[in-house]
């Protein structure tokens, strides 16, 4: 990655979230962009520059190219503009919060927050542990999107080098994989295999569904 954008909104889960870019920004050698969206043009932007002035900090002192953007307006029409501005190779944003960009970011929001960006997308919350080097082992549910293929090339810029992907299918009784979902499968393990990445297969019988199977996934990463 050489171009790491973070949305921040002075909470906690923001600090967590900076944390996290920094992170991968030092692994990389990438710059990186912290930007807030204030939801009226009456914040000033010469004082939330200043607020965000410590994490630009941060960064300068592991070495690292930095940069400060204040957005005004409506959450998505605004991070939508930066992205095209700064074309990040990742963007980093918290879920949790009582103003700015995370009051916006509970239930259906957040999954219509990183659909409408044309980014990829890591989202942290008040419990995320921040990561050094890259995640040591990623569960990807298998889907049958076209676009599969790409989610998981972007998962592998997030791996450490002897970091694991699980790829996980969903089984309900009686019902065969879908045609697309077992190509997805061994396309998936083809380009594991091409790009060195450690992975394995996991399958699980459900008689339940809840949506994208969230319910059944988290309780195998539980278990």
Not at 7 to 15: G, H, I, K, N, R
């Amino acid at each position: 990655m050489k171009n790491i954008l973070v949305l921040v909104d002075f909470t906690e889960t923001a600090d967590i979230a900076v944390k996290q870019a920094l992170q991968f920004a030092q692994r990389d050698s990438a710059a990186i962009t912290f930007c807030h969206i204030a939801q009226s043009k009456d914040d000033g932007s010469e004082a939330l520059i200043k607020e965000l002035q410590p994490y630009g900090d941060q960064a300068q002192s592991l070495g690292l190219d930095y940069n400060i953007m204040i957005g005004h307006g409506d959450l998505f029409d605004e991070v939508e503009a930066i992205v095209s501005k700064v074309g990040p190779d990742l963007i980093v944003v918290g879920t949790h919060g009582k103003h700015g960009i995370k009051q916006n970011l509970f239930g259906s929001a957040i999954h219509k927050l990183v659909r409408h960006i044309p980014a990829p997308s890591l989202v942290v919350n008040d419990h995320t542990r921040v990561i050094e080097g890259g995640y040591k082992k990623v569960m990807m549910p298998v889907a049958p999107h076209e676009d599969y293929l790409v989610k998981v090339e972007q998962t592998i810029d997030l791996m450490a080098p002897d970091g694991e992907i699980v790829i996980f299918a969903i089984l309900k009784p009686g019902v065969p994989l879908d045609e697309e979902i077992l190509r997805n499968i061994e396309a998936t393990k083809k380009l594991l295999e091409e790009r060195g990445v450690k992975y394995s297969y996991q399958e699980e019988d459900s008689d339940r569904y809840s949506i994208g199977y969230s319910k059944e996934t988290l309780a195998h990463v539980r278990n």
